[in-house]
């Protein structure tokens, strides 16, 4: 069948103008059952031969729901109910879209060009582009990153005074990414919606962002899908255009869509009808983010007549894996409920494994999987998930160790996340005043008026001169080349280099850390951004430094850091992966070790703080999630003593050990910790942490000497003198009055006097 798939009469290029056309065939009259249908049980066929009216898919873990839908795209191409491009296929991840690229053209043969396959930004992108100017933007929009839509939140709140000290950008941002989620337009707001946020002004600021945007002929991730509302629902023709051509739409994960996202594919999905979507309640895990798992429960009354399908056999896991995690998740109340059964059984127990602190639990993971690798295990089939991103150090620091490779999926490797690299620059100049590049990153980190004019004339007198940065930077402080403010902020700056230089070798290094991030203002920037995510990298900051404790100094932690920064993964290696439990959704390995289910760190404190039972409740279907993700044998930890927030912790395991029915579950204790903790729970005095094995890695320098020292570089011959007619390209023409090294004061013709670095004068005759 592979040619009768070319050309695809509805690619892109073509698109808005082609009649529908007919679907590319009648349907072949099959001599037998296509094979990917043979080994699907009754429930799982089923689901993918009904093709035509809606069908939902409502089913536990790895019963199999994303292969019924990659199934049932084979299945409606070889039964030419469609072109590919006539297919809207959603799933969660751009990767889960590659692989069901992949496995579906392996199934058909079909060309992948051209297949409206990908993730709901993706796919809603993909149609704005088409119709950008319908919205008033043009078709090559960007699309922000973050960064870049908080500056502008942050521009607007200045144009507006707004205190954002008091509304931090932020704050106002997630709000609105919040109203996004829900499909909340700023004329879809009533007054009463935004509180006294930004002092009631908050819808207004939500406009003015929004025509900001427009200008700039650009949008954000939330508009991707809003402004597709807004075409699909004021322009029929556009409505109907889409209808003709989506004649299937499948859709992933059902459980974790939000409002937007719902109203988008309930619009499209108004033509043809054939909408299948699979999902499981239990795993919802992004109602943080605005997902509701009530669409799934709406899905009935929005399509009736709608066929739903439960699947039952879980092909994925060991009875004891499934037992346990069945066991886990019955404590939710707010849950439709199914049975979930499998034929492997005489699985091993699921491991319960306490230990002493957080380093202990990385040796042993480290350990297991040795002893898996020498079973031969592929890496590939073994994975860490954590809670937190901070959880991910000590694991990555092991496994470098014992030089197993491991790739970090969904995020950046500890050392490469923004707030590690900026404190890491502090740290660098600290100990290396010549490292321009670090200096440049925190010059204006946080903001203290250092903008770019100043980083300018730094540049320009480093290059003259052949000086460092921060060189440059003291010369400048005593002259009127750089304004005022930025003078006086970069002579704080400067002296407290010097300061937390002179600490070295006096202070211990993490103490001069975090003295260092409290004085520079670093830890107040993100202490003032109220997010979710600034409170992620308050976490990694304390472990960063609560990390440099392993090394003898900071010379010998910076050189370690430098070395795990070179450990660059190569891609498609045979690797173990280390994520977090949101990240893993979907996936599937064999082996899977689920550090850190302590109380406060899993259920994480937060979400028991913010939102009580419901987050409660969250946090454990994320526990389901990460057990249902093993199919051989999972692997818990919970640790006695755990470093959070920098402190060492006394820390009690997690309610969910408790919730995991006993007969599934092997629990295994450190020999020092004197039996089980989950019945006694453990009562230990504050400890220091035992010496690590890192020590013989970090090789150690003495403090003193020639790297900490500004090395004395050649200076180029500009002598002037008193009397000197020069130039200087901001102040113009003057007349030397003293010289003094390099710095000179000048009796300016139209400035009046002022003290410059020679550097930047010329003699009046060579000037212009
Ligand atoms: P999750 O809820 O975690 O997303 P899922 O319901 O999407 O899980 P799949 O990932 O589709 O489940 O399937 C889980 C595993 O079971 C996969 O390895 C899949 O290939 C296998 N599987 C599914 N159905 C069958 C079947 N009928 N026969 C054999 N293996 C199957
Ligand atoms: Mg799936």
Same mark, same amino acid.
């Given at each position: ?22 679907a *590319?065939?009648?349907?072949? !009259?099959?001599?037998?059952?296509p094979y990917?249908?043979e080994g699907?049980?009754? #429930?799982q066929?089923?689901?993918v031969?009904?093709l035509d ?12 729901k ?9 299945h409606?191409? /070889? ?11 959603? /799933? ?13 053209s ?8 051209? &297949?409206?396959?990908g ?7 993909r149609?704005?582009?088409?119709h ?11 699309? @922000?990153?973050?960064d870049?839509?908080?500056r502008?939140?942050k521009?607007?709140l ?6 954002a000290?008091? &509304? ?13 989620d829900?499909?909340?337009? *700023?004329?879809r707001l009533?007054?009463?919606?935004a509180g006294?946020?930004?002092g ?69 999905a ?12 239990d ?6 983010r605005?997902?509701?798992? %009530? ?24 009875d004891r894996?499934?037992?346990?995690a069945s ?30 602190d957080?380093?202990? =639990? ?22 860490i998930?954590?809670r937190? %991103?901070? !959880?991910?150090? =000590? ?12 790739r ?16 890491l ?9 010549d490292?321009d590049?670090?200096? $440049? ?5 946080p ?6 004019? /100043? ?15 921060? =060189?440059?930077? @003291? ?54 951004e ?14 960063l430094?609560?990390?440099? #404790? ?8 910076l050189?370690?850091?430098?070395l795990?920064m ?8 045979d ?5 977090? @439990?949101?990240?893993a ?7 899977? +070790?689920?550090?850190?289910? $302590?109380e406060g ?6 979400a @028991? ?8 409740? $969250?946090?454990r ?8 993700r ?27 050990l ?7 579950? #092997? ?10 903790l989950? =019945?006694t ?8 942490p ?9 090789? *150690? ?8 020292a ?8 500009k002598?002037?003198a ?8 901001k ?11 390099d ?16 550097? +930047? ?8």
């Open positions: 069948m592979t040619s009768s798939w070319k050309p695809d009469p509805l690619d892109d290029a073509g698109a808005e103008t082609t009649p529908e056309p007919a *590319p065939g009648p349907a072949p !009259q099959l001599a037998r059952t990917y249908l699907l049980n009754p #429930e066929r089923s689901a031969e009904a009216g809606p069908v939902l898919v409502l089913a536990g873990a790895g019963t199999g994303t292969r019924v839908l990659t199934t049932r795209l084979a409606l191409l /070889t039964m030419r109910r469609a072109w590919p491009s006539q297919i809207l296929s959603v /799933t969660f991840t751009n990767k889960a879209a590659r692989e069901m690229k992949e496995r579906v392996a199934l058909t043969g079909a060309p992948v060009e051209g &297949w409206w396959l993730t709901f930004h993706a796919m809603a992108a149609l704005l582009r088409r950008a100017e319908l919205v008033g933007l043009k078709s090559n929009f960007t699309i @922000l990153d973050s870049d839509q908080l502008l939140i521009q607007l200045e144009a507006e005074s707004i205190d000290k008091r &509304w931090p950008a932020r704050l106002i941002h997630g709000v609105i990414e919040r109203w996004k829900k499909g909340l337009t *700023p004329d009533k007054p009463d919606d006294d946020i930004a009631g002004r908050l819808i207004d600021l939500y406009r003015a962002y929004q025509e900001r945007l427009r200008t700039l002929n650009a949008c954000d991730f939330g508009d991707l899908l809003l402004h597709n509302l807004a075409i699909l629902q004021d322009n029929a023709e556009v409505l109907t255009e889409y209808h003709r051509r989506f004649r299937y739409i499948l859709v992933d994960e059902y459980q974790d869509t939000n409002v937007a996202q719902y109203l988008w594919l309930r619009l499209l108004q033509g043809h009808k054939n909408l299948c979507c699979v999902g499981d309640d795993q919802s895990i992004y109602g943080w605005g997902a509701e798992v %009530g669409n799934i429960l709406r899905f009935e009354t929005d399509f009736p007549g709608a066929k739903v399908i439960r699947l039952e056999r879980n092909y994925r896991s060991t894996i499934l037992g346990a066991g886990l998740i019955a404590q939710n109340r707010g849950r439709l409920g199914k049975t979930l059964f499998t034929e492997s059984a005489g699985g091993e127990h699921v491991l319960v494994r306490n230990v002493w957080g380093e202990e =639990e990385a040796r042993w993971v480290g350990d297991e999987i040795e002893s898996l690798q020498r079973q031969k295990t592929r890496l590939s089939e073994i994975a998930l954590v937190a %991103g901070f !959880q991910m150090r =000590e694991f990555e620091e092991r496994l470098l160790t014992l030089g197993i490779p491991y970090v999926v969904g995020g950046p490797r500890f050392y490469e996340r923004v707030e590690i690299r900026d404190a620059a502090y740290l660098r100049v600290i100990a290396q005043p490292d590049l670090a200096f $440049e990153r925190i010059v204006n980190t903001r203290r008026g250092l903008g770019a004019a /100043t980083l300018k004339t730094l540049h320009q007198l480093a290059r003259g001169t052949r000086v460092p940065l921060t =060189e440059a930077a @003291l010369r400048v402080v005593d002259t009127d080349e750089v304004g005022t403010r930025a003078r006086n902020s970069l002579r704080t700056l400067m002296g407290d280099f010097q300061r937390w230089r002179d600490m070295i070798g006096r202070v211990p290094h993490p103490e001069l850390a975090r003295i260092v991030l409290d004085e520079s203002g670093y830890t107040a920037m993100w202490q003032n109220k997010s979710p995510d600034a409170a992620g990298r308050l976490e990694n900051l304390k472990e430094v609560a990390a440099m #404790e392993e090394f003898e100094n900071l010379q010998g932690f050189e370690h850091v430098s795990v070179e450990n660059t993964a190569t891609p498609g290696a690797m173990v992966n280390l994520m977090t @439990l949101h990240s959704k979907g996936l599937e390995f064999e082996h899977v +070790f689920l550090p850190g289910w $302590e760190l899993f259920p994480h404190q937060r @028991l703080d913010e939102t009580g039972i419901a987050g409660l409740e $969250e946090e279907r994320l526990a389901y999630v990460g057990l249902t093993a199919k051989l044998r999972a692997y818990i930890s919970a640790a006695a003593n755990r470093r959070i927030h920098g402190l060492w912790q006394a820390a009690l395991p997690s309610r969910f408790d919730e995991l029915p006993e007969e599934h579950v #092997e629990v295994r204790a450190d020999p020092g910790l004197g039996g089980d989950r =019945e729970g453990p009562s230990f005095a504050f400890q220091t035992r010496q690590s094995g890192f020590m013989a890695r970090s090789r *150690p320098v003495t403090l003193d000497g020639v790297a900490y500004v090395a004395e570089r050649p200076r180029p011959d002598a002037f008193a009397g000197d007619r020069v130039f200087h390209r102040f113009g023409y003057g007349t030397v009055r003293t010289a003094d090294n710095k000179l004061t000048i009796g300016f013709d139209h400035a009046g006097e002022k003290k410059v670095m020679d550097s +930047f004068v010329v003699p009046a005759d060579q000037a212009g």
